[in-house]
């Protein structure tokens, strides 16, 4: 289990005592059995529901927009009259009745954003009719920072209530350290595809564009496809928007380059294609599969006795899964370098793309869909790519 579910379930413990309690007071009915149990098994089904609710808002951090989708689940979550959300500035939303104590909020938490302890307070305002007498604030932390609060109101001073808001703003905030790490991860791949933008190797830029050189005045025609060919592919590869793309979009890029290689090699690269076009749509990480191809072309044809390489590359339906293998049978690799490389000791030009491809797949699918390599001194090199049909947040661009 993962460190950020198990913080979910710790949070979610004393939440669901507190929030348990608070919803069966006002949801459980009296005198008779719920259809789902109990009035406290209906509480916490209540308590759960409500949570699973609030939670999708949250992951996307404490933005105006968030907190407003957030705050009724919330408010509904306490059964409190009135709750508000703020940030270290202002406040971001406000549910329920009496949005007329929100103009001093800010003012009665300044010590909690400072301090980062929750605090209770006497709101009585101008208004005679208006229940809201009390409040209730807790902060919201992520990695020992405030990043704002949490306010709940009622008619009088609480001890069941105060305890719930401040379970309450500690499941809020580890939802919001849990938006933080997926913000974390994508600047983390952005990094890594910037790095691997980075390690297209000037000399395949150099010599892609001599090739292309060379047939300029003995083939205008093919020089032109070729010059057409290179465009696309260095497009696609720095293209800004995205950090997955499809199946069908990386092998077209992959045809681009090994036509590139092609006209720099001729007839010593061979390549044969095995696509089923049911797993064309698949998404994937953007740029997984090229530097594969381009490490295969390497120890296939750029070695010092190559000759002739022959790669083989397939895409195949494997159930709730799409199979790329991509095969050479050129100079090979000891295994223990090759797991060397995988753990980041090759050095700073020794299989970055092996690397990087590895690591990406593992953040996006888990550590089940690391590449799975086979290969040996002289005995080529077989690299299988499990890809699943659907994830979330996965959607090719």
């Known amino acids: 289990m993962s460190g950020s579910a198990l913080a979910v379930l710790i949070t979610l413990g004393p939440l669901l005592v507190a929030g348990g309690f608070l919803l069966g007071r006002r949801t459980a009915p009296h005198g008779r059995t719920s259809d789902v149990g109990t009035p406290v098994e209906h509480a916490t089904f209540e308590t759960l529901h409500t949570a699973s609710l609030a939670a999708p808002p949250l992951r996307a951090g404490l933005t105006e927009e968030s907190a407003r989708k957030a705050a009724r689940r919330l408010r509904s979550l306490l059964g409190t009259d009135a709750l508000c959300l703020t940030d270290r500035e202002r406040v971001l939303a406000w549910d329920g009745t009496g949005d007329h104590h929100g103009a001093r909020v800010m003012e009665r938490i300044g010590g909690l954003l400072d301090s980062g302890r929750g605090t209770a307070f006497a709101d009585a305002c101008d208004d005679l009719d208006c229940p809201r007498r009390w409040a209730v604030a807790a902060p919201l932390t992520v990695d020992h920072r405030v990043l704002g609060t949490l306010v709940a109101y009622a008619p009088r001073e609480s001890a069941v209530l105060a305890r719930a808001v401040g379970e309450v703003a500690r499941w809020v905030s580890v939802q919001l350290e849990l938006a933080e790490l997926d913000r974390s991860r994508t600047r983390l791949i952005e990094a890594e595809i910037k790095a691997l933008r980075a390690q297209i190797s000037p000399h395949f830029l150099f010599n892609s564009l001599a090739a292309i050189a060379s047939f300029v005045r003995t083939d205008p025609a093919r020089a032109r496809e070729l010059l057409l060919e290179f465009a696309d592919f260095t497009r696609y590869s720095f293209r800004s928007h995205g950090d997955f793309t499809t199946l069908a979009d990386e092998l077209h890029s992959i045809d681009q380059y090994l036509a590139l290689v092609r006209a720099r090699f001729g007839e010593r690269l061979s390549v044969t294609l095995q696509i089923a076009p049911e797993v064309l749509p698949v ?67 020794t299989g970055i793309g092996l690397l990087n491809v590895d690591e990406r797949l593992r953040q996006v699918y888990g550590d089940a869909y690391g590449l799975v390599i086979e290969t040996g001194v002289g005995a080529g090199m077989k690299i299988t790519v499990r890809i699943p049909k659907y994830r979330a947040g996965v959607h090719g661009s």
Do not use: W, Y
């Not at 990480?285 to 790669?311: M, W, Y």
């Not at 083989?312 to 991509?326: P, Q, R």
């Open 283 to 349: 998404a994937m990480p953007f740029l997984c599969l090229q530097p594969l191809v381009e490490n295969a072309v390497k120890h296939g044809l750029e070695g010092a006795d190559a000759t002739a390489s022959r790669i083989t590359i397939s895409a195949l339906d494997a159930g709730a899964e799409a199979e790329v293998v991509i095969e050479d049978d050129g100079v090979g690799m000891e295994p223990d370098r090759l797991r060397r490389i995988l753990r980041g000791e090759g050095g700073a030009s």
